[in-house]
């Protein structure tokens, strides 16, 4: 069954409001193996805005196509090595493009699993609005147990002190 993991986009302030209703904007990234960023890597990351990534692939291939020439490595081989890249770029798609979307301010929400697109988006919206009726339908009692206190900054291992 796949699994669909779902970014939450950046509040955009429009003006003098801030944006509600964002939910048309969620993305919901099917994780597995993509043809098209096997296909065509280059193309894929263009299509879907992957800058910093087609600049490091760029770069990558321009080392790798140098190193191997200097080596006297013959052209099937070469060949062999970006049928391997371009395999690595189909298999972490998802993970370039999810690293991406957290580096532009969108934030994880979690996964979904269900059979279709469709099926998973209705699946979370489900559960949000349940999530949220639920905290809104929440009774505050006085006997609750008070909220925990926030935390110190952390600096590596030990909180700092102060």
Do not use: K
Not at 36 to 62: D, Q, S, T
């Amino acid at each position: 069954m796949p699994v669909y993991a779902v970014f939450e986009p950046p509040i955009r302030q429009d003006g003098d409001h801030l944006e509600r209703d964002r939910s048309d904007r969620f993305v919901f990234l099917r994780e597995g193996f993509n043809p098209w960023a096997f296909l065509f890597g280059p193309l894929w990351m263009i299509r879907r805005r992957l800058w910093l990534v087609l600049i490091v692939y760029a770069a990558v291939i321009a080392g790798l196509e140098f190193g191997l020439r200097r080596l006297g490595v013959a052209w099937p081989a070469r060949i062999v090595v970006y049928l391997l890249i371009e395999l690595l770029i189909g298999i972490e798609a998802t993970n370039l493009r999810a690293a991406t979307l957290a580096r532009r301010g969108w934030r994880d929400c979690g996964i979904v699993i269900a059979d279709g697109l469709e099926l998973a988006e209705r699946r979370f919206f489900d559960v949000r609005a349940a999530r949220r009726r639920a905290a809104a339908t929440a009774p505050s009692s006085p006997t609750a147990a008070p909220a925990m206190p926030p935390a110190a900054p952390m600096s590596g291992l030990l909180p700092e002190l102060g």
